[in-house]
């Protein structure tokens, strides 16, 4: 905790809304605490998998950036819209990549799992290439309920927003993602 | 409100459609990030001890700078992809025999006619060519910004940075490694953890192999050290290995 110790001084005093225990640890704390659900949060938002831990690395630098400012409501949703910038920077670095040096789009990098069945990594490729075509704040919302098992109350906490228009991201995204799937196979006449 | 059902767990019979889609998202799971990346995250963000500052005033005004630079950025980088693809398609010859990534892609011809067909971009400009220096000049001191991988910063670029990295490659392939080294230097320097900082180390490496002064590997291994993975490894593997005399 040394290390800890040194770059986050106590400032439990200034943070009365906090429920950690101790203020040098906060962080510490919030990072242990909720890490693993940051590396969540990038990947629905479209983060791909090799670059997770990169940007989950920045996410906690840019919260320990911001720490001295932060007002201790909300960790969750603090950190998710860090994560959300973080990403957003991310998409336009990746673009100005391939505009300048050619490379793969975020949506096309999908790397094979070890023991994975062809079949299964073709799935997992269509559903990203499919979701790329999305609305962003939609399909985080259909990632983090669908696959990541996150409640819409959840959802909306991390969002900053009503249940109701988590539920309705929600619908919208289903019924897209659908229409997409039914597009896709009428154009190959098979599975996508 | 009780949550719907989630589709992949639906084991009512819908369309072909719908039946397709749950069997997409059971194909893929929730995540659950290795243990490593948790232990290697901790030990990056928590050993950097720069002070807590307030930025509030870096980001002021934000939001009203925003689109004039995207659109600079937009226009500098139409304009930098077409250098780009020249520059790697005039010597294929070259780029063939410091392949280090695979199977070798077919030729490209470098007319300018042939440079504008060629669609799409190449994937992976794997290898930089190391062009041998005409100056009969010692070569300059070459400061090298070090940045550590603690402290990376997310900074906006813009379009005078990215011209630093192209202006690097031209200068390579001009055969002068030393303006080389001086563009990518400034580009980390401005921009360590930049969209094109990948690049630039990987351009820094090549301009230090063709320097020859002994740089290469000190620069290879900040290379690996903040791009494993990245594009140019192999490169950076071989300077390594080679002590920077290659």
């Known amino acids: 905790m040394d290390l800890v110790a040194t770059a986050f001084p106590d400032r439990s005093s200034e943070r009365p809304g906090m429920e950690m225990t101790s203020g040098r640890e906060e962080l510490a704390v919030v990072y242990e605490r909720h890490f693993d659900d940051v590396c969540r949060w990038l990947r629905a938002m479209g983060g791909p998998e090799r670059e997770l831990e990169d940007l989950a690395q920045e996410t906690f630098l840019v919260a320990r950036r911001k720490y001295d400012r932060f007002d201790g409501r909300n960790v969750a949703g603090w950190l998710y819209r860090i994560a959300w910038r973080v990403m957003a920077d991310a998409r336009r670095r990746v673009w100005l990549r391939r505009m300048v040096f050619?490379?793969?789009a975020l949506a096309e990098i999908v790397d094979e799992?070890?023991?994975?069945?062809?079949?299964?990594f073709e799935a997992r490729r269509t559903l990203r290439l499919l979701l790329a075509r999305m609305n962003v704040e939609r399909r985080t919302t259909l990632v983090l309920f669908e696959i990541e098992g996150y409640s819409t109350e959840e959802i909306a906490a991390l969002q900053g927003i009503q249940v109701a228009t988590v539920s309705t991201r929600l619908l919208r995204a289903r019924r897209e993602l659908l229409e997409m799937t039914r597009a896709l196979r009428a154009k190959t006449g098979e599975r996508p | 409100v009780k949550d719907p059902t989630r589709l992949r767990e639906d084991t009512t019979d819908g369309d072909a459609a719908a039946q397709e889609v749950a069997r997409l998202l059971r194909a893929e799971t929730a995540l659950v990030p290795?243990?490593?990346w948790r232990e290697r995250v901790r030990e990056a963000v928590f050993r950097s001890v720069e002070p807590l500052t307030s930025r509030t005033g870096a980001r002021r005004g934000r939001l009203r700078r925003l689109w004039i630079?995207?659109?600079a950025l937009a226009g500098a980088a139409a304009g930098a992809s077409m250098t780009g693809v020249a520059w790697w398609a005039s010597s294929p010859a070259s780029r063939?025999?410091?392949r280090v990534d695979g199977p070798a892609a077919p030729p490209v011809a470098a007319s300018p006619a042939r440079v504008e067909s060629v669609a799409p971009v190449p994937s992976v400009p794997s290898v930089l060519e190391p062009i041998p220096s005409t100056s009969t000049d010692a070569p300059a001191p070459h400061a090298t910004a070090v940045h550590h991988w603690g402290t990376k910063r997310v900074a906006k670029e813009t379009p005078e940075d990215a011209a630093?990295?192209?202006?690097?490659l031209e200068a390579l392939r001009a055969g002068d490694p030393v303006h080389a080294g001086a563009l990518v230097d400034e580009y980390l320097h401005r921009l360590p953890a930049g969209p094109l900082a990948e690049e630039a180390r990987g351009v820094a490496v090549d301009a230090a192999v063709a320097r020859a002064d002994g740089s290469a590997p000190q620069l290879a291994r900040q290379y690996l050290e903040h791009h494993p993975r990245g594009r140019f490894?192999?490169?950076a593997l071989?300077?390594?290995?080679?002590?920077?005399t290659r």
């Open chain 2, 233 to 235: 490894a192999g490169r």
């Open chain 2, 238 to 244: 071989d300077a390594l290995n080679a002590g920077g």
């Open chain 2, 69 to 71: 630079p995207m659109l």
């Open chain 2, 34 to 36: 290795p243990r490593e």
């Open chain 1, 102 to 104: 050619g490379g793969e």
């Open chain 2, 164 to 168: 630093l990295v192209l202006g690097a």
């Open chain 2, 96 to 98: 063939e025999a410091h």
């Open chain 1, 113 to 120: 799992r070890p023991g994975e069945s062809v079949e299964s």
